[in-house]
């Protein structure tokens, strides 16, 4: 027998053996079930999962998140129902991740609300061994230096971050993202998930984990500020992060990319494509609609 239904805590492992099946397309859901449950209380992390449950065990699942993102892991034939399920509260939905055609699937459920797309993204998943990770000379060397951000130099990061959204988001640089920025950014330091690189004592690039599991850390939010680009630094900060996972003894990353000078780099890191992923978010909704 075949149901659609939301999970509730008791389901928790059978939720993880699903995810932990499918490692290099889950991160987003195997970490923030790790950081917040099964629990949909609006705080970080949190959200509601809907699986497609057949003879007890999970066969697809879509996460509805306390940011509006909806993540899917499904065959294509369970996507239309998992999305149902998931609309029939009302819940907005903000964005789209997961592999392309699943997310094709959504968003021809969803339909038409009126609210233009603000990013669509066709990235290609890239995925390393941290045995395997090819080391800039000039990290190796001591020339750079890649740690975690003092106290002194968060202003700096956050900065950077507002640039990233507005740059690669298409976000506006007002007081909302800033806000909100600087919420995610000192949620991300307070894990140890943010790195920065610095040349001869300078700031010059920032990176991040957005996702980990007790093995696998995944990268995003890779900046380097424009004046400082095509030096290897993004190379230098992704690596410099790595070495630091590795050390506390994650064994495998994950990232996703579109930008051709980018993927480059991660290839020169030792990333190699492994599929392909896609994220989609929508333009903010009018204040005050529901």
């Not at 509601?48 to 306390?66: F, K, L, N």
């Not at 038409?112 to 990013?119: E, F, I, K, S, T």
């Not at 957005?210 to 500020?225: L, M, S």
């Amino acid at each position: 027998m075949t149901r659609i239904r939301t999970l509730e805590s008791s389901d928790r492992r059978a939720l993880e053996r699903f995810l932990e099946a499918r490692p290099d397309t889950t991160l987003f859901l195997q970490s923030n079930l790790a950081r917040a449950g099964l629990v949909d209380d609006g705080s970080p992390h949190s959200g509601r999962y809907v699986a497609v449950v057949a003879h007890g065990r999970i066969e697809g699942v879509a996460a509805s998140y306390w940011n509006g993102n909806v993540v899917l892991q499904s065959p294509l034939v369970h996507i239309g129902a998992l999305m149902q399920h998931l609309l029939a509260d009302g819940r907005a939905v903000d964005g789209l991740l997961g592999e392309p055609d699943q997310v094709q699937h959504a968003l021809q459920v969803l339909g038409d609300d009126g609210r233009g797309v603000r990013v669509d993204f066709a990235e290609v998943l890239m995925a390393l061994s941290l045995s395997d990770v090819c080391v800039p000379q000039d990290l190796a060397d001591g020339r750079w230096c890649c740690r975690r951000p003092e106290t002194q130099e968060m202003s700096q990061v956050m900065d950077w971050r507002v640039a990233y959204c507005v740059e690669t988001l298409h976000e506006q640089d007002d007081s909302a993202l800033r806000a909100r920025v600087a919420s995610s950014v000192e949620r991300i330091h307070a894990c140890g998930d943010l790195f920065v690189l610095l040349d001869a004592g300078t700031l010059v690039a920032m990176s991040a984990f957005n996702a980990r599991t007790p093995t696998t850390v995944q990268v995003g939010g890779v900046y380097t500020p424009v004046a400082l680009r095509r030096r290897g630094y993004g190379r230098g900060v992704v690596a410099g992060s790595l070495l630091h996972a590795r050390g506390e003894g994650s064994t495998r990353s994950v990232l996703f990319s579109d930008n051709p000078f980018a993927l480059r780099a991660y290839r020169a890191v030792g990333y190699r494509a492994v599929g392909d992923y896609r994220i989609l978010s929508f333009e903010p909704r009018p204040r005050g609609a529901s």
